[in-house]
């Protein structure tokens, strides 16, 4: 079975560190690119970056740029998400994903084909 | 940065009834990175659509993907009590961009 499964949630205070992760399997991780979304309490869902783990290629979104950090350990099929000083503003669901490209009648086609489970994170004083 | 935009904001529907959902691009995007997700309360988001019309796997039929250039639709023919829920757009760009738009709330009238 394909899937991703992410690290559980998290309580911090403002100014700590904090890195989360993203474990695939049942496919190949290396080869599909990994996206990050944010998802504030009660509100829609916001594209933050994503990478390409059998290279560590990594694009941000502009809004998110300089704010957080996207690596990858392809040897333990790994994605991760961390900040250096976090913010209450940084109080979310965060999801990661799967960046499908499907092949059809000599066109590829994209979408997020496999989600993570989600993770928590909440920063307060 | 592609901006999308769907409407409406929220759409009140009875079990049986068509939905019809639009996604607006604010500059041309290419069908093949165009795709809808559906979300429930407390659950990560679920592929639906893919290349603007093309069914995940496992996606019933009664949801339908069509347009091209700035406007797309998500159609769901006859709503299903299970069918009420979020929907977004995202553009999946070819710059690995991956815009979503603010969503769709479908409820139950």
């Known amino acids: 079975e394909v899937q991703l499964v992410q690290s559980g949630a998290e309580v911090k205070k403002p100014g700590e560190s904090l890195k989360i992760s993203c474990k695939g399997s049942?496919?190949?991780?290396?080869?599909?690119?990994i996206g990050w979304v944010r998802q504030m309490p009660g509100k829609g869902l916001e594209w933050m970056g994503i990478?390409?783990?059998?290279?560590?290629?990594?694009r941000y979104s502009p809004s998110f740029q300089g704010q957080v950090t996207i690596s990858a350990d392809k040897s333990v099929s790994t994605a991760y998400l961390q900040w250096s000083s976090l913010k209450a503003s940084d109080t979310a669901m965060y999801y990661c994903a799967r960046r499908d490209s499907i092949s059809s009648g000599g066109s590829y086609y994209y979408g997020l084909d496999v989600w993570g489970q989600g993770t928590t994170v909440t920063v307060s004083s | 940065e592609i901006v999308l935009t769907q409407s409406p904001g929220t759409l009140s529907l009875s079990p049986g009834e068509r939905a019809t959902l639009s996604c607006r691009a604010s500059?041309?995007?290419?069908?093949?990175?165009l795709a809808w997700y559906q979300q429930k309360p407390g659950q990560a988001p679920r592929l639906l659509i893919y290349?603007?019309?093309r069914r995940a796997t496992g996606i019933p039929d009664r949801f339908g993907g069509s347009g091209s250039g700035t406007d797309f639709t998500l159609t769901i023919s006859r709503l299903e009590p299970e069918d009420f829920a979020m929907y977004y757009c995202q553009q999946c760009g070819s710059s690995l961009s991956g815009t979503f738009g603010p969503g769709t709330k479908v409820d139950i009238k």
């Open positions: 500059q041309s995007v290419s069908s093949s990175y």
């Open positions: 990478i390409y783990p059998g290279d560590s290629d990594t």
């Open positions: 049942g496919y190949s991780f290396s080869n599909y690119w």
């Open positions: 290349g603007a019309s």
